[in-house]
Structures are given as structure tokens and as C-alpha cells.
T-cell receptor, first 117, second 110 residues
Framework: DAGVTQSPTHLIKTRGQQVTLRCSPK?????VSWYQQALGQGPQFIFQ???????QRGNFPDRFSGHQFPNYSSELNVNALLLGDSALYLC????????????????FGPGTRLTVT | GENVEQHPSTLSVQEGDSAVIKCTYS??????FPWYKQELGKGPQLIID?????GEKKDQRIAVTLNKTAKHFSLHITETQPEDSAVYFC?????????FGKGTTLSVSS
């Protein structure tokens, strides 16, 4: 059973460019969340996608956008890259909880290391 | 919004000793508290979690306790082994977002 997969593993971009990161969820999962992890810090929530819609968003600017496809895979797009966007970008998948239920377990992929020069 | 504080930031123990990591959260509505282990160059791995209707949960050498009144929860690792060396993160959640602490670097020396 494949876990969460992400591509590419590493990426180097220049300030001002745009980048697209990809994620395939764990088999059977329908919800994808994206997190940014700066060096030495805990992951920070960017947004979550369910049924191809952005369901919740963290404190990130509109330069960060996403998409979820009918097969539940997801993309994270970042426009107008800044040096401060250099980080490990993590994708986590989960099952959507029943209405009124609490969070389900989120399983993380290995991440994409983005370096902005 | 939710804020999670985690202590200590670094923890060094001898193999076989116990290790305890503590977290506090600010939003009393949070109801799900997972713990993750992250090894160098890898994504966080879920090791144990607890929900607000439970006070304690144990899985072999790992246990988590939750005090809802004080809004704090702790990770306990017994009989530590060198392979337990990693960064450990606590998190709190109400709905979609996991809010993480800043992590604890655990070093187990043999």
C-alpha cells in the first residue's frame, strides 16, 4: 500500500519565478493538506482540499494557491517566489471525518525541498 | 487562533532511560492531539494520538496523557533506544489544520 508521495524531491528556483509541487494521497484517502516547514521549525498549515475545493486556509498570502483533482491528487502553486519561501513543503492526506466529527489522522509525505535563490 | 508551546527544545538521555516531552495549547475547543517523529530528511511520521474524550493512551513504549483542564498534554517514551533519536512534534487540532509546536530534538546515547 503506497503512502503519500510527492514530487519533485528537490527544486531550485529564482526569486520571482513560479513553482508547482505535486502530491498523491495515501490509498483510500480523499483529503489533502499542505504545510510549509522552515528549517528548525514545526510545519505551518497552508490549506486543505476536499472534494476539489479549498476547505480551510492558514495565514498565507494569495501567492499560494492549490488544486485538487478528481483522483484526489493535489498541486500547490506558489507565484512570485521570495527568498523566504525556501522551505520543506509537506503534503498530508487523511479521510474526511463524519459531519461534526473531530479530525482524522493526517499522514505526511517525504516533502519537497524548495530553494529560492 | 490556536497556539501550541512545546518543551524542552532539546533532550538528551541515556539508552534505557525515560523521556518526557510536554506541550500546552491555548484553544479549549481543540479536540485532537497527535504526536509526530521526524528523522533527518524525512516527513513527519505519526506515532501516537489522543482525542479529548480520553485521558491517556499507550502503545508499547510510548504513552500520551491529556489534561483538558490545564490544557496540556505530554509524550512519554520508556526504555529509550538509539533509534528513538529524532525531532518530535506535538500538534493540536479542531478541524482541518494541525497546529504544531516548535519541536523537541531527542538524543539517545548508548
Amino acid at each position: 500500500d503506497a503512502g503519500v508521495t510527492q514530487s519533485p524531491t528537490h527544486l531550485i528556483k529564482t526569486r520571482g519565478q513560479q513553482v508547482t509541487l505535486r502530491c498523491s494521497p495515501k490509498s483510500g484517502h480523499d483529503t489533502v493538506s499542505w504545510y510549509q516547514q522552515a528549517l528548525g521549525q514545526g510545519p505551518q498549515f497552508i490549506f486543505q482540499y476536499y472534494e476539489e475545493e479549498e476547505r480551510q486556509r492558514g495565514n498565507f498570502p494569495d501567492r499560494f494557491s492549490g488544486h485538487q483533482f478528481p483522483n484526489y491528487s493535489s498541486e500547490l502553486n506558489v507565484n512570485a517566489l521570495l527568498l523566504g519561501d525556501s522551505a520543506l513543503y509537506l503534503c498530508a492526506s487523511s479521510l474526511d471525518p463524519p459531519t461534526g466529527g473531530s479530525s482524522y489522522e493526517q499522514y505526511f509525505g517525504p516533502g519537497t525541498r524548495l530553494t529560492v535563490t | 487562533g490556536e497556539n501550541v508551546e512545546q518543551h524542552p527544545s532539546t533532550l538528551s538521555v541515556q539508552e534505557g532511560d525515560s523521556a518526557v516531552i510536554k506541550c500546552t495549547y491555548s484553544d479549549s475547543a481543540s479536540n485532537y492531539f497527535p504526536w509526530y517523529k521526524q528523522e533527518l530528511g524525512k516527513g513527519p511520521q505519526l506515532i501516537i494520538d489522543i482525542r479529548s474524550n480520553v485521558g491517556e493512551k499507550k502503545d508499547q513504549r510510548i504513552a500520551v496523557t491529556l489534561n483538558k483542564t490545564a490544557k496540556h498534554f505530554s509524550l512519554h517514551i520508556t526504555e529509550t533506544q538509539p533509534e528513538d533519536s529524532a525531532v518530535y512534534f506535538c500538534a493540536a487540532s479542531l478541524e482541518a489544520a494541525l497546529i504544531f509546536g516548535k519541536g523537541t530534538t531527542l538524543s539517545v546515547s548508548s
